[in-house]
């Protein structure tokens, strides 16, 4: 297949998007850090095996859906989560679901390449072991090469896998993330801003990847970048002011919006 082709069965598909089915359904979901509100209910669904872009300006709430998706606003002190989300047919606020299994289920990568001070290999395994994905110690060294080759990143850290993490380059260290959430078989991957603070090459190679892992896994990425968020989704999500302006095929975001204030996001005219 010549690549013209290629881009053209590619388009195509994405213009099918509405046929693909939800991974996760957020329903009237709400969001309260104390007093102050964040998320006013909010209706997103997150389509299987595609790229979600949530985008908007600073503090219009899309971190904070997204940390809905895998309870992370559990963690934040007086937090509060109305509404509903499910991931396939299980509810993420079910008082009784495991919510260490949950987040095995809906990794995260953050916005600061974090890996644990130690070695390459033990950021990978770390997972695995405390979850006994692994039968034996080779069953636990072939989900780390698995994981790494999935990041992009093995080639380069083969021979050091028993070196430092911390090591490594900046853009590195978000692949190593990016392994270390894979490891778990994770089924949705969610990365709050991932590319912002790496160089235009290290962005680059995220980018290629995160094309490359929408084969085996769901995705939804926060991003301020509008460039990044047309070249890596299928889908876009709008938030202003904690509402959900508009969600759509991000070609058709990017070209057609149906709401003023997404044309405005995007031509730079707030924000
Ligand atoms: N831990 C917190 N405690 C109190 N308020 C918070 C907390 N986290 C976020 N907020 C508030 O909730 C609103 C939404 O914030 P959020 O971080 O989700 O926005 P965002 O769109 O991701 O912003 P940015 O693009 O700047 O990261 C903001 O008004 C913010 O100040």
Not at 15 to 44: C, Q, T, W
Not at 137 to 147: N, P, R, Y
Not at 183 to 193: F, K, Q, T
Request: charged letters at 25%; a negative charge.
């Amino acid at each position: 297949m010549n690549m013209l082709t290629e881009a053209a069965v590619e388009k195509a598909l994405d213009h099918k998007m509405s046929n693909v089915p939800y991974k996760m359904i957020g329903k009237d979901v709400s969001v309260y850090y104390g007093e102050k509100r964040a998320l006013f209910d909010v209706n997103l669904n997150v389509r299987e095996n595609t790229v979600t872009a949530l985008i908007g300006p600073s503090g219009c709430g899309k971190s904070t859906f997204l940390r809905c998706l895998n309870r992370m606003n559990d963690t934040i002190d007086g937090c509060r989560v109305t509404g509903k989300i499910t991931l396939d047919t299980d509810d993420v606020y079910d008082p009784d679901i495991d919510v260490v299994e949950l987040r095995a289920r809906v990794g995260m990568v953050f916005q600061k390449p974090n890996p644990f001070p130690k070695t390459i290999y033990e950021n990978v395994s770390y997972g695995p072991r405390i979850h006994g994905l692994a039968k034996s110690k080779a069953d636990l060294d072939q989900i780390v090469e698995t994981s790494l080759q999935r990041a992009g990143l093995w080639n380069e850290v083969k021979d050091r896998v028993h070196e430092s993490g911390t090591g490594l380059s900046g853009g590195q260290q978000q692949r190593l993330c990016i392994a270390r959430a894979v490891a778990v078989s994770p089924e949705v991957i969610l990365m709050d801003e991932p590319c912002s603070a790496l160089d235009p090459i290290a962005t680059a190679k995220v980018e290629e990847l995160i094309h490359e892992l929408r084969e085996n896994y769901t995705i939804v990425i926060v991003t301020h970048s509008m460039q990044q968020a047309a070249r890596v989704s299928q889908r876009t999500a709008m938030f202003h002011l904690g509402n959900l302006v508009e969600e759509n095929d991000t070609d058709k975001m990017f070209t057609n919006p149906d709401d003023p204030r997404t044309q405005d996001y995007i031509m730079g005219r707030f924000g």
